[in-house]
């Protein structure tokens, strides 16, 4: 599993995640799908594509995972 560091901040947006995560080429494509369904966070399909992530919860899409630190 993979770790993203939110280095002081207080949360970053799931379409931001998956493109930093290099998961998607693009915002546009993040949104897309998490649109589709195709992402879950703790466990659950997340259809809201600004979804602020916090530590610890954990990211997952098209096979990978990430655990958000503080």
């Known amino acids: 599993m993979e770790t993203f560091n939110l280095d002081s901040h207080p ?4 379409c931001d995640l998956l493109k930093f995560q290099g998961w998607c ?7 897309e799908v998490i649109a589709e ?3 879950k966070v703790n466990g ?5 594509k ?3 992530i ?4 954990v990211v ?3 096979g990978g995972q990430v655990v958000v630190k503080p």
Do not use: I, M, P, Y
Not at 54 to 57: E, I, K, L, S, T
């Open 11 to 14: 949360h970053v947006e799931l």
């Open 25 to 31: 080429e693009s915002g546009g494509a993040a949104k």
């Open 37 to 39: 369904g195709l992402v």
């Open 44 to 48: 659950k399909v997340e259809t809201r």
């Open 50 to 52: 600004r979804c602020k």
């Open 54 to 57: 916090v530590a610890d919860q």
């Open 60 to 62: 997952e899409f098209n």
